[in-house]
DNA sequence: AGATCCGGATGGAACGTTCCAATAGCTTTC
DNA sequence: GAAAGCTATTGGAACGTTCCATCCGGATCT
């Protein structure tokens, strides 16, 4: 179990330790001898650098901390592969906790990538608040991803929200709708913009009477609770555009049992664009966001504060896109005009 | 950015930088006065223990790395909550690196896990040969999570794919089926032991004669081949086993195309209870299995080699079991008896 | 009163690297 | 042939902790 050091590859190549560590991470610069015999005691013995040793002295880890809010959340899996790539091209390496959708377990999270000395954090789809990751901000490079700042010390990328919901609203309309209801997901990340962007839109087209928003989140049972809700109004509209992906699938379900077909009775429209929404039986028509240039975007801009002294707050917005399946179809009775 | 050391709170509470590290430590050995003002010059300072520096000088880091053979996989997240908590009430904490589904990536992530010193190494469905895995396991304990192994110096947790594969045949039989396909994954981890706890059952019930099993793999589009090629062959089944919720799902596309009913026409059974499964629209009837005990239990491995220094090879096997949904019903014409 | 003990606090060594100033041994230059 | 310059290598300090042996001052014992 004992890892053999530094020392102990310089004796047995009968050289100093200082000509060891240079050869681990300069080798041309040494007589091409000495390299040779370091580089075949290192073998013989298995000796790998102890990394903690040399954070300790050179007091920066190449580590950028990544903090998901949850795992389970497959929109993160491809931020992180996103994030994983850049990190590798400038010579870092990406290290991941999970904060299991709990504020508190998040912040334990962030305090131990702090302990742990990591040189940048990227935090994707935080729960906590603002003024506490300012705080942690104080100490190393932190950036959002799926969250809007207008923070100077912390900086963010995320998707336009409000293009997306634009998006969404200008292929209903195309589509003939003109009673489109938004559910939306109050103040979670991204949330807010999902909604005005729809206002917005809605507003161009004409429609700003037919403006309707129903207050749920982003899971399944919160856009399930919502569409019965709807439902249970009389009054039920041609199109409803979900927050997201989780709570387009629950007002699926509710309006699949209603006996309501879809996109017969009502179009649905999610946002994220998970791989389930691909799925045959699901078909989702959603709005699609670049997830690996998220994390890749993420990645340049931790460094730029890190490598090129950057001091001043800087928030990305990404374009996003829409995806057209078969949950959308022109209204059973066109009303319009 | 530069952050204070133990150093500076001891310059500000007036006391020696051994008696900070010890109230960090066990604050009740301290006296009060002295502790008192200790805590405050910390807090006043924003200190925050440096865990480089104190895992060099303890040689060790309390760390458990977890490397995921793929992020995407649903099934790897509900494992790794299970890893979190059970390392969390030990005192450890877990840190994440994605393999993503390439052994020469997974190698890095392994690499670095090393270069980082941590204590254990828990590898979720692994790509990297079992040799190469041994070598690892020289310098630290490592447990294989969902993949076999008969090895003295890895351990392993898996479910016994043998009863999951069992429990499928024999909710299939008591529904009164006969004609039961399995769709085999070859040799992916699990794969081989599904298909021979099938054929077992199958004999056990004198089903001998209808042991069919068609070559796949654990994909989506795998499923759906073989369950075209089955479909093809004109010689219907009445049940169809997949190797896992992927496959099934793709089995069950080609099924809905055919202009087929599941369960009336065809019943279908998966394995892993994905979180997909659930959804009422694709209501699929598979073999659960206990994923964060799987966690719990490979850390509880981890930390026996750790803590209570066992040396003999370990590998625990937890009991899947059968979840019932809508995709498995009587066969149309019951031709038993 | 001197020896002993004890809780509380301290100073220095150690952990395994990197970094820097210094050195040794050559060659080149005037 | 001494000075200067180069290349290859070295020793020691430093990084921020923990750990251990030691110390200090007061209480307790004989």
Do not use: C, W
Not at 6 to 16: F, L
Not at 32 to 38: K, T, Y
Not at 86 to 99: D, E, F, I, K, Q
Not at 293 to 308: H, I, Q
């Amino acid at each position: 179990m004992k890892q053999p050091t530094i020392h102990d590859v310089a004796e047995r190549a009968g050289v100093s330790k200082s000509l060891v560590s240079l050869v681990m991470r300069e080798p041309d610069r040494v007589s091409d001898a000495s390299r040779q015999a370091v580089l075949e005691a290192a073998a013989e013995l298995g000796y790998r650098p102890n990394a903690v040793a040399r954070s300790l002295v050179q007091r920066r880890t190449r580590v950028i901390g990544v903090v998901l809010s949850d795992l389970h959340n497959p929109f993160f899996a491809d931020v992180a592969d996103g994030i994983e790539e850049a990190a590798t091209v400038r010579g870092y390496r990406a290290l991941l906790s999970s904060g299991f959708l709990d504020a508190k377990r998040e912040r334990a999270a962030v305090e131990m990538m702090l302990e742990l000395r990591v040189d940048g954090l990227i935090m994707l789809g935080s729960m906590m608040k603002v003024t506490k990751i300012e705080k942690v901000a104080a100490s190393l490079p932190v950036t959002l991803l799926g969250r809007h700042t207008t923070s100077k010390v912390v900086d963010s990328v995320g998707v336009d929200d409000s293009a997306g919901a634009r998006a969404a609203v200008d292929h209903l309309v195309a589509l003939g709708h003109e009673r489109i209801v938004h559910i939306n997901a109050g103040k979670a990340a991204g949330a807010p913009r999902r909604q005005s962007g729809y206002k917005k839109a809605m507003r161009r087209h004409g429609l700003e009477d037919q403006i309707r928003s129903v207050k749920a989140n982003f899971t399944e049972r919160g856009g399930a609770r919502a569409m019965t809700e709807i439902l249970e109004s009389g009054d039920l509209p041609t199109a409803v555009f979900a927050p997201n992906d989780f709570a387009a699938l629950g007002a699926m379900e509710v309006i699949d049992s209603a006996g309501l077909d879809i996109p017969g009775d009502v179009s649905l429209v999610g946002y994220d664009n998970l791989g389930l929404a691909a799925l045959p039986r699901i078909a989702l028509t959603t709005i699609g966001q670049p997830r690996a240039d998220l994390g890749r975007t993420a990645v340049r801009l931790v460094l730029e504060r890190l490598d090129d002294d950057r001091k001043t707050g800087r928030h990305e917005v990404v374009p996003p896109k829409l995806v057209v399946r078969a949950t959308t179809g022109p209204p059973r009775h066109n009303t319009r005009g």
